[in-house]
């Protein structure tokens, strides 16, 4: 033990470092249980490339805001989209955290003011049926069809992303009937 000023304080450092030890724990603990609250990955099977012909079709929602100005459309790299599907997961969780993981994906790529983007028509698994991503029938619609749902609430979403920046912009989530 040692006196300073009358106060007597332990011979590990007292309050001060008490706290320097406490803020590290805390950090610790943090960072030791991100993984266990992190949002789930993707199934790649559950995400199609929207076939160029039809691409245009996921801009006609009809309980959300859709990207506006569109002027053509282009072809991401499979690594763009595999990169994007990384990142998306822990994107919807901080824009909604109320939507439920194991949703569906089409992703179109726009043109929009002169920037190549890709959007993201996003639905719950289901919406395709059951043997989503096996059947031949359910990939020709998910290529060549927007799904389009009103209302549906927030499992219903869009989003717009930018390879160059990582980064997702203008989700838009339907709304409630």
């Known amino acids: ?17 008490a706290k320097r030890f406490l803020g590290w724990g805390v950090a610790l603990a943090v960072l030791a249980l991100a993984p266990a609250f992190a949002a789930p990955a993707l199934d790649p099977a559950t995400g199609f490339i929207m076939a160029p012909d039809h691409a245009r079709d996921l801009l006609h929602q009809c309980s959300r805001n859709t990207p506006q100005g569109v002027t053509g459309t282009w072809q991401p790299a499979a690594a763009q989209i595999a990169d994007l599907e990384t990142r998306l997961p822990s994107a919807v969780v901080q824009a909604q955290p109320d939507v439920r993981g194991g ?47 009103c209302d549906g609430g927030h499992d219903f979403f869009g989003v717009l992303y930018d390879p160059e920046t990582k980064t997702f912009s203008h989700f838009a989530f339907n709304g409630f009937a």
């Open 1 to 17: 033990m040692r006196t300073d000023r009358g106060i007597t304080f332990p011979l590990w450092g007292g309050p001060k470092i």
């Open 103 to 149: 949703y569906g994906r089409q992703y179109a790529d726009y043109v929009i003011n002169g920037q190549k983007l890709i959007y993201v028509n996003a639905f719950p698994r289901g919406v395709l049926g059951d043997d989503f991503g096996k059947d031949p029938a359910v990939w020709n619609k998910a290529t060549h069809q927007a799904v389009t749902v």
